[in-house]
Every structure is written in C-alpha cells, then in structure tokens.
C-alpha cells in the first residue's frame, strides 16, 4: 500500500523506479480511511539516502501512510541541500504551533555519537521533541544514535565510547519471541551496525519498564522497547541498503580516521566488493509490526485524542 509523499520529492522518484507505491493527496483524499500520520525527524547526513530507506520500509505494509519530514532548527546541516530542507521538510515549532499529533515517530541516527549529548548543537531541541512526542505521539522508533539519546535522557542510561567502531554485519538473538515487535522473526538474523558508543546491556535489561528483544554477542542490543510499545529503540541499522557501510568506510578512510573494514561485511574480506543484501526482510518485518501492533491498532482513530 502506500506511502503519501509529494511526487516533486527527488526520493519519491527513486522508489517509484523499484516500483514502491507512492501516492498524492489528490488519489489519498478519494480513499476513504484515515491514513497513519508518521513523522521522521532524519538527522542523517544525506537526507535523501535515509528517506529512500525509511519510506521503502514504510511502504511495505498494507496501510497509507502520510509522511512527514521534519528538521531540526537549532542546527543546519552542512551537507544537506537548503532547498531541498526548505521545499520537503518542516520544524518542530511549525508543527507543535499548528497542534498536529501523529501516530508514530521516527528518529534516525546522526554521526555524532563521540560527543556527549549536551555539546549537540541540537540537543536541547531534541529534547524538546521527546518530551513532546511522549503526549503527541503514539509510538516513537529511535535508530541508533537516537537510541542512546531516547535511552540517556529518559531513563538515565548513558552511552560509553567501545574499544573500536561498532561497525559491520553482526548477527543477533531473538530473546522474547511472544512480543509483537518480533512476531515472525527468526531466532537469529544479522543487522547493520554502524556506531562508536553503545549503551552497556545489563543496564537496559535492569530498568523495569525495558524489554531487550534482540541482542547480539559482539554487538550488543539491536532492539528493545518499552513495556508499552510506545518507545521502540533500534541500535543498529537495518535500514541501510547493501553499500551503506561500504560508503560510510570509504569516507572514514578519506576523513583520515583509523578504522577497520566493516566485520562480516566484504565477500571473502575483499575490500569494495559490496555483498548481498541479507537483512531487509527482517527489517520490513520490525516496520510492519511497529505499524501494525504498535501504532495502527493502539493509536485513536481521532488522531486528537492521542494522549
């Protein structure tokens, strides 16, 4: 079904080509159903990258969804096209001044993680935006470095720096296979990882409102949610197409950092041969539970009553 996106955004071009269903609002307001209102606040650095991943995943479900892309306003990125940001994205105060609620929230990573949460240029908009979501939103999915600021701030767990990047293909345990954020999955399933900080796994599992689904013996929690479902952190980056890492190493590589190819990655450990994309299919899957079980059956119909 499909996604409800403007057909000028340049991402909406690309997914149309791979066949994705996207609609406009002039086909949207002839069905008569309400669609899920999902908001991503993408903090990535190539903007169009990560909306090409997130709304392929969201488009693999049989619900329409209406998407909106925000930014932040305390922080321009430097490798973001402003037009681009002014003509498809919207701030924080915009949509909080304008009172509009949404059925779910997705924050992506940002590649900030060596820094503490309070130097963030953006991180007490952030903030704001959490404490917002908690009334106005009904579920909300963290990624990655997300993650670790959604775990810090509301429940005190801070990440620490790893003894070397997190980085490459790390297969994961499936721990609670009776909740619906994994229903289908498969014991085991490999997942990107791509971080310099992790958040300490006893820690996680000793709060009591937490619930570590999926977690990795090299890589530590791929995915944890709130008792409630209304919080879901994902630590990696299923999202990521087969040369993501491969892209993110080469830059490394080129911004003079010390690193080691990605783990598990390059066919036969052959630098630059991208391999075989192995992890979407559980990653439509988390996207399609998240909708269904935690969103569309949870959220009101009058999307105003969202408390």
């Not at 297969?171 to 296979?177: E, N, P, Q, T």
């Amino acid at each position: 079904m499909p996604v409800k996106v403007p057909l000028s955004l340049p991402s909406a071009q690309s997914l149309i080509k791979e066949n994705i269903f996207i609609m406009d609002s002039e086909r949207a307001v002839k069905q008569e159903i309400r669609p899920l209102r999902i908001a991503i606040l993408n903090l990535m650095p190539n903007k169009v990258d990560t909306e090409i991943q997130l709304l392929r995943l969201l488009s693999n479900n049989p619900l329409q969804i209406e998407v909106d892309l925000l930014k932040t306003e305390s922080y321009n990125p430097k490798n973001a096209a402003r037009e681009h940001l002014e003509t498809f994205y919207r701030t924080f105060s915009d949509v909080q001044s304008n009172g509009i609620k949404f059925d779910g929230l997705i924050v992506t990573g940002a590649p900030v993680e060596k820094l503490k949460f309070e130097e963030i240029a953006y991180w007490e908009e952030l903030k704001n935006i959490m404490d917002w979501a908690e009334h106005n939103v009904y579920s909300s999915m963290y990624i990655c470095w997300a993650a670790q600021a959604a775990m810090y701030y509301m429940y005190g767990i801070d990440k620490s720096v790893a003894d070397e990047k997190i980085f490459g293909i790390f297969r994961g345990k499936v721990l609670d296979k009776f909740n619906p954020l994994v229903r289908g999955f498969d014991d085991e399933y490999s997942a990107p990882h791509s971080r310099y900080t992790q958040v300490n796994s006893q820690d996680v599992k000793n709060n009591p409102d937490i619930s570590v689904l999926v977690e990795s013996d090299e890589a530590g929690i791929y995915l944890a949610a709130s008792k409630n479902l209304r919080r879901v952190f994902v630590f990696g980056h299923g999202e990521y197409d087969a040369c993501t890492l491969h892209n993110e190493y080469m830059r490394d590589l080129q911004n003079g950092e010390a690193i080691a190819p990605p783990k598990h990655y390059y066919p036969h450990g052959k630098v630059g041969e991208i391999p075989a994309l192995t992890w979407r299919a559980h990653e439509s899957l988390l996207i399609s539970n998240w909708l269904n079980y935690c969103v569309y059956q949870a959220t009101p119909y009058d999307i105003g009553k969202i408390i």
